[in-house]
């Protein structure tokens, strides 16, 4: 079975990815975990369970490669392994302890890591963070439950451990978590200078006219770039509510228009989708006016929300922004969301 670094640097030299040396650093550890999870499993009458090897925690800014590079070592694996979204994981977590809760269980949590545990040797969390009050009070027992399980965790973060649930009611609570965490997972920082995701649409078209077919496989194209054909549901939480965008990886998410605009969205949406995603790609945005003035109004906000955000904007549209609303109430005040369109189609426009 070929290394982590062999397949690295078999990338880099078929041109799928750019050679970084802090990318290059922490191949050892992930190389490290590869050969611990390649070992014979010891069973026996006194063995019941399956040690884990130290798992890694890798966190670093946007686009320097973390994703990636645990998508790699993924694909080294010889044993089970499942690659989620963080968020997404802990949904499906609360959800199976909901149902076990309504048929009377009185500590779910062990039966849940167990059925985990027993499919999979390894979790790759894409995009570790807390901010969910239900997944704080969890979290920790799960991943005690889920490494006493012989079940070894990978995951990225943007964060360093001890910023994680910063701020978060009743925090002291979540403390010994991320000294367990700490313990019993190596921190890596990815402290690379590039932002690669950038890099990939530094001088690419970003803004398709008219929203063709031809757009679409140009879309189609940047999103397979950025995503590596990966994808899975993105579920954002606002006020209570979720918001559901189906198409999403690594801080890229691809929704229409209509998804984003034409729902009873609004400005707490807008600000939750800002704060979860580094590229949003919008397909198929209409002609506006009087007819279709509340989805308008909207996009409006939206745009405004994203240009503050820094977040990076590919789209596809009826027209270039300067004629997307021409007449009607509100086409006076959308003139400045053309320049904003047109100002976060620069090259240098970054997140």
Known sequence: MA??????????ASGKIKPDEAQTAVLPELERLRTDLAQPVKRGF??????????????????????MLMDLFVDTLDVPARRVHFHAFMQEVQAAIHTLRSQGAEDPIKPVA???????????F???????IADAMIVGRLFEALFDGGTTVVTTSNRLPDDLYKDGLNRQLFLPFIAFLKERMVVRELASDRDHRQDRLAGAQVFFTPANAEARSQIDALWEELTHGLEETLTLHVKGREVELPRYHNGVARASFFDL?????GPADYLKLAESVRVLIIENIPQLSRRNFNEAKRFVTLIDTLYE?????????????????????????FERTASRLREMQAAEWST
């Open 3 to 12: 290394t982590v670094t062999d397949v690295y640097q078999s990338r880099v």
């Open 46 to 67: 006194f063995r019941k369970t399956i040690e884990a090897p130290q798992g890694l925690y890798l966190w670093g800014g946007v686009g320097r490669g973390k994703s």
């Open 114 to 124: 167990k059925d985990i545990s027993d499919k999979v040797r390894v979790l790759a």
């Open 126 to 132: 894409d995009e570790m963070q807390i901010t969910d």
């Open 261 to 265: 605009c034409g729902r009873m969205l």
């Open 309 to 333: 955000a820094r977040v990076k904007l590919i789209a596809s549209a009826a027209a270039q922004p300067e004629m997307l609303y021409v007449e009607g109430e509100g086409s006076f005040e």
